[in-house]
Every structure is written in C-alpha cells, then in structure tokens.
C-alpha cells in the first residue's frame, strides 16, 4: 500500500489585525536624540524586540533617568509615535551595534508623569515597587493605556 503525503494541508496563518503598542524604556537624553533623528535606538542585545514592532505600532517612550543608568531620576514618559516601517537595521558606524526603527513621533505639549497615573494604567501595579513592570525595558501594553499616556503628551 501507497503512502502519501500532501501539502494543500490548510496552514496556520499569524495575522495582526491591528497596531499593536509599545512601552520602550531608554533614557530621556536618549528620548530627545529618537525625536530629533526620527529613530529609535533599542541595545545591540534587542533585535529581536526591534524586528518585533511593525509599521503602524505605537511606541511610548518611558524614561526612568536622564541618563543611561546614571544622572537624576525622571520616571516620565518622554516621547509617543508611531513606526513608520517593517525594517530594524543597524547603522554603520555605530560602536554600540544599535538596533534602529524609524519612528514618526508626534509633537508633544510636555513628558507626563508616570506616578500619577499609574491609577489609570492597566499593567501597572499600584503601590511601592509600580516602576518594576518597566525593568524588562520592553513591554506591549493595551490600546486603552497607550491612549491614556498619549492624551497626556500631546494635550488631547
């Protein structure tokens, strides 16, 4: 008896209806060079992260410090926009092999304060301890939470 195989078997497709959202945690020094660049800058240890965000993606920018690991604290979101296209590269001449986005970010009226409202956001924690949900430096968050942080930085 004759064995066979076929290949018209259905496949399972992953389709993204819709944009999804971003948190990315950098530095606020870090924040203002990704607005005047129009590039996002993620850790050469992040492409997966870069090749996970798509055209059309939101992206908040969440800045604990001033600086990379160092200077005053900040605990603000510092920038929102959204991702212009489907290609993470890296630029050559980099000596921190970054991986970029190209970014669309929006104007903003000023950074909004995470503490006050963290009430309204639905991945964070309320209490001590509410900034540890950012310490991945990479987290997707709901529709609504991005909208809620958006109003903020933009006035609407």
Known sequence: MEQTTTTDAPRLRLVREAAAHWVCVIS???AHLAQQEGRLRLP?????????????????????????????????FTAVGR??????YQVDGDV?????????????EGEAEAEPLIERL???RPGPGWGVVFRP????????????????LVGG
């Open 137 to 152: 430096g990479f987290v997707a968050v709901q529709a609504d939470d991005f909208e809620v942080v958006r109003g903020c």
């Open 44 to 76: 050469a240890s992040s492409e997966a992260r870069a090749r996970r965000l798509s055209a059309g993606d939101g992206v908040l920018l969440y800045s604990p410090r001033e600086g990379n690991r160092s200077g005053p604290r900040v605990r603000r």
């Open 96 to 108: 921190h092999r970054s991986w970029c986005r190209d970014v669309d970010f929006e104007e903003i």
């Open 122 to 124: 639905s991945f964070v």
């Open 83 to 88: 991702v212009r296209d489907d290609g993470a």
């Open 28 to 30: 606020r020094g870090d």
